[in-house]
Nanobody, 122 residues
Framework: VQLQASGGGLVQAGGSLRLSCALS????????MNWYRQAPGKERELVAG???????NYADSVKERFTISRDNAKKTVYLQMNRVRPEDTAVYYC?????????????????WGQGTQVTVSS
């Protein structure tokens, strides 16, 4: 299983950025796809999550500014980041929670992309 993230970069405060993460490999089904971030000196935190068949959930700090979406046919998750702030600067990681095994009896949530740097200038 591989997660390939892209779309990071340098953006001015108040601007927008869109991250993408494509999932490939062999598994039974997708339980959820998520975005996390880690700023220097801080712990990794959940930014947004989208369970299969469920509603999106967001960290309070990004509500009304960020939107997570999925293209199930492409096995891709997106994070649309609007009205970004300097405090959004971090390495962003996509994460997948997958059902594995012949009958999907095992759930694993330790699949991670390589991380993409987002830097917001003030």
């Amino acid at each position: 299983v591989q997660l390939q993230a892209s779309g990071g970069g340098l953006v001015q405060a108040g601007g927008s950025l869109r991250l993408s993460c494509a999932l490939s490999g062999s598994f039974f089904s997708i339980a959820a796809m998520n975005w996390y971030r880690q700023a220097p000196g801080k712990e990794r935190e959940l930014v947004a999550g989208m369970p299969t068949g469920g509603s999106a959930n967001y960290a309070d700090s990004v509500k009304e500014r960020f939107t997570i979406s999925r293209d199930n046919a492409k096995k891709t998750v997106y994070l649309q980041m609007n009205r970004v702030r300097p405090e959004d600067t971090a390495v962003y990681y996509c994460n997948a929670r997958l059902r594995t095994g012949v009958l999907g009896q095992t759930v694993r949530d330790d699949y991670w992309g390589q991380g993409t740097q987002v830097t917001v200038s003030s």
